[in-house]
């Protein structure tokens, strides 16, 4: 248990509908970052928030969107959803600011678009 | 353009035996390496790092070395056991810029 709890684990929804992917890092870790991974592809890392300010931006479409809140947890809206947005989402947290830290990986929420 | 690649997709051996995962790398930015293993319907699971500023890092029966001139890493597993059977990613990041990049991975199956 890397102690970073996503929710839901498993979403299913139509073309056009808007989900909110929820995330809870682990206890005294400040960044949290979400990655998508697809089929045949590695992990792409869609943004980075560190203490409820976005730190990074990687490969994330203008339909998402995400927030961290004053608790820590953070939560990745998609929008207008398309059947290539099908993936396993996955958020992970660290300590930012400690040198050469790891970032621990909640378990994902698989989303079907169909 | 991957700037971390694992160019082999899979990889068998034997129990006991060596396993010897690769990864190489663009962006000569990156100071910051790392393993990760994943299984099936769970998240990667980090194994072991390496700082540019070394060439190699143990952890039990896990090895990183690290060959800078080359823009190349591996990961040894010795002896390999089938529980190490998995999808095991590279990933890199540069500087104070916690964001990794990462490779595709490369699947390891240790046969009994």
């Known amino acids: 248990d890397s102690g970073v709890t996503q929710t839901p684990k498993h979403l299913i929804t139509a073309t056009g509908q808007r989900v909110t992917l929820r995330c809870s890092p682990r206890s005294g870790d400040l960044s949290v970052y979400w990655y998508q991974q697809s089929l045949d592809q590695g992990l792409q890392f869609l943004i980075q928030y560190y203490n409820g300010e976005e730190r990074a931006k990687g490969n994330i479409l203008e339909r998402f969107s995400a927030q961290q809140f004053p608790d820590l947890h953070s939560e990745l809206n998609l929008s207008s959803l398309e059947l290539g947005d099908s993936a396993l989402y996955f958020c992970?947290?660290?300590?930012?600011?400690?040198?050469?830290?790891?970032?621990?990986f909640g378990q994902g929420t698989r989303l079907t678009v169909v | 353009d991957q700037q971390v690649k694992q160019n082999s997709p899979s990889l068998s051996v034997q129990e006991g035996r060596i396993s010897i995962l690769n990864c190489d790398y663009t962006n000569s930015m990156f100071d910051y390496f790392l393993w990760y293993k994943k299984y099936p319907a769970e998240g990667p699971t980090f194994l072991i790092s390496i700082s540019s500023i070394k060439d190699k890092n143990e952890d039990g029966r896990f090895t990183v070395f690290l060959n800078k001139s080359a823009k190349h890493l591996s990961l040894h597993i010795v002896p390999s056991q089938p529980g190490d059977s998995a999808v095991y990613f590279c990933a890199a990041r540069s500087g104070s810029n916690y964001k990794l990049t990462f490779g595709k991975g490369t699947l390891l199956t240790v046969n009994p």
């Open positions: 992970a947290s660290s300590v930012t600011g400690t040198v050469n830290t790891e970032a621990f």
